[in-house]
């Protein structure tokens, strides 16, 4: 993979963590490919079709998900979640077609009620490149806390 190709993944996910800790969801959920899913398993599975996710979408369950987020009756978040995420270790390889696998490590800060917590794991990405610009196909995100207790994952759309 050419360095050219390499930076213009890495803006890409920097980006992207930019959008999920401004909370701009819409511009956020632009970034999928129409048959985009966004995963985070509960467990080590590998088939999120045979296994309990804590979160589990296609493109069309987030955008349902950002009509609810606009309602002033969304509990869940008032007051909104603060997040900070670093990227980094991103290592991107070619798959076949017009797509390309990209693994990440992922720190975020957590602040919800004055209550501070550190979240990690792995973000494993297939993007496609369509119209000079690369989409999700699929982003799954492996918590190292993913069997902790959570008190609310709605910050993660």
Known sequence: MNPETRQQIEDFLYTEARLLDQRDYEQWVALFAEDGIYWIPAGDEADPNESV??????????????????????????????????????????????????????????????????????????????????????????LIEREQHFDNLTFLI
């Open 53 to 142: 996710a804590l979160i589990y979408d296609n493109k069309k369950r987030l955008e349902e998900r950002l009509i609810r987020i606009g309602s002033n009756r969304f509990w869940a978040q008032q007051p909104a979640t603060q997040t900070c995420r670093i990227v980094g270790n991103v290592v991107a390889t070619e798959a076949p077609g017009d797509e390309i696998e990209v693994q990440s490590r992922l720190i975020m800060t957590v602040l919800r009620r004055d209550r501070k917590e550190l979240l990690s794991g792995v973000c494993d990405f297939r993007l496609r490149q369509e119209d000079d610009r690369y989409l999700i196909v699929n982003k799954t995100v492996r």
